[in-house]
């Protein structure tokens, strides 16, 4: 009985997630009759169609999500295979794909990654940036081997280990009137111009969720997808915002940045290390959790 190849799955794999032949063949760097070709075969051998075109849209029969299903996790096998068959030689090599929100991504996990880059060149480690929601699923889907979220998953058959803790302060620049003030209560911070990141972010989630306790509501004036953003945003006196200590501590040091003291609220939040519960963790996982740890403990 023939059987469908690795390649077969990996290119059907890439035209399901981009929803194109093109797409998909310049990320495998094949020509698009060749893509047509391996998913053709690929329908030959389990004799049903997979893809079907809608206009100028491709979509998945339900034969096809299935099979989207089980390449995934085919693939994300053989790539754990890969990885621990190489970690008994000693050397680390392979590939690890990792999700990271805002705050570990941009302020926790780039030591670490130099750190692992410079003692095992032969790991690669693929980095994408996105908000909690969006590694939430992508794990799930077995696009991802690890993320580093701010909330913990809900999702089912996705485990999760708190590796920081994280306070969430609130920020001005320094010549708001606010800034002056001792200590400020939660309700006249609100009647304040109020800069938050976009929905799906665990930041702006915790800082939501703490006020609906108080039986307050989150009304922003002003709602950015990136961190960088709303620092420059409250620098530059447009109002104010409630972001991770680690992601304003160089600014708050050079004073570019002030910090509020607030009353009647404390914002606190975990940061997690989530992956599903069918993948192990691969040598280069472990190594980089390692180096992870150890510069967030000298933070």
């Known amino acids: 009985m023939l059987r469908p190849t690795l390649h077969q799955l990996a290119v059907f794999l890439a035209v399901a997630t981009h929803g194109s032949y093109s797409a998909a063949g310049r990320e495998l760097h094949l020509a698009q009759s060749a893509v047509s070709f391996h998913v053709q075969q690929l329908e030959d051998l389990v004799g049903v169609e997979l893809i079907e075109q809608l206009g100028k849209r491709l979509c998945l029969t339900p034969a096809g ?16 295979s890969v990885a621990e068959a190489s970690g008994l030689t000693g050397e680390l090599c392979g590939r ?6 805002s705050t570990p991504g941009t302020f926790l996990l780039p030591e670490a990654l130099s750190r692992l880059r410079n003692e095992w060149p032969m790991a690669q480690v693929v980095v994408s940036l996105n908000n909690s929601r969006t590694i939430e699923r992508r794990l799930f889907e077995h ?3 690890l993320g580093l979220m701010g909330c913990p998953p809900k999702r089912e058959n996705l485990v999760a280990e708190v590796f920081a803790t994280d306070d969430i302060v ?16 939660i309700s006249k911070v609100l ?3 109020i800069i938050v990141r976009e929905p799906g972010s665990a930041t702006r989630d915790a800082f939501a969720a703490s ?6 509501e989150l009304k922003p004036t002003m709602e950015l997808d990136n961190t960088e953003a709303i620092k420059r945003a409250v620098r530059a006196g447009l109002g104010i915002a409630a972001l991770s200590g680690y992601a304003v501590r160089d600014e708050l040091k050079l004073g570019v940045l002030t910090r509020l003291k607030v009353r009647g609220i404390k914002l606190q939040r975990n940061l997690y290390v989530v992956r599903h519960r069918d993948k192990r963790l691969s040598g280069i996982a472990e190594k980089l959790l390692s180096y992870l740890y150890y510069y967030r403990d000298k933070m």
């Open 211 to 216: 006020l609906t306790r108080l039986g307050l």
């Open 65 to 80: 999500k299935v099979m989207l299903e089980r390449s995934r996790r085919i693939l994300a096998l053989v790539d754990d």
């Open 170 to 185: 609130f920020i001005a620049n320094p010549g708001h009137p606010l800034s002056e003030t001792r200590s400020v209560s």
């Open 96 to 101: 690890l794909t990792v999700g990271a929100s």
């Open 143 to 145: 696009e991802l081997d």
């Open 191 to 193: 009647t304040e111009q």
